[in-house]
Nanobody, 122 residues
Framework: QVQLVESGGGLVQPGGSLRLSCAAS????????MRWYRQAPGQQREWVAI???????KHADSVNGRFIISRDNAKNTTYLHMNNLKPEDTAVYYC????????????????WGQGTQVTVSS
């Protein structure tokens, strides 16, 4: 079993910054893609960013230039550095990862964290 635990959310003023963390633990052989999603009240879950095991990244247009995804493979952890935050960034942020739990498995399984609340308000 694999657990993803997010942390770092909170209340921040517009223009401020936060860094979210997502640590994976459990039976892990390898982690392929790691992603961040967010879900605002009354809205569908929205993809925010993705990072490969080799560090290649892509961000949604809505956060490009303000958010940066990174990862530390030695710690099985991904980060979301959020700068110049706006009220519309308010949402629950979720971590998602493709994890191979055993070396003989052909494909990874997808896991989700429980989410961390980010509120941007003055």
């Amino acid at each position: 079993q694999v657990q993803l635990v997010e942390s770092g959310g909170g209340l921040v003023q517009p223009g401020g910054s936060l860094r979210l963390s997502c640590a994976a633990s459990g039976s892990i052989f390898a982690i392929y893609f790691m992603r961040w999603y967010r879900q605002a009240p009354g809205q569908q879950r929205e993809w925010v960013a993705i990072i490969t095991s080799g560090g290649v990244t892509k961000h949604a247009d809505s956060v490009n230039g303000r958010f940066i995804i990174s990862r530390d493979n030695a710690k099985n952890t991904t980060y979301l550095h959020m700068n110049n935050l706006k009220p519309e960034d308010t949402a629950v942020y979720y971590c998602n990862a493709d994890v191979v739990t055993e070396p003989w498995r052909r494909s990874p399984d997808e896991y989700w964290g429980q989410g961390t609340q980010v509120t941007v308000s003055s």
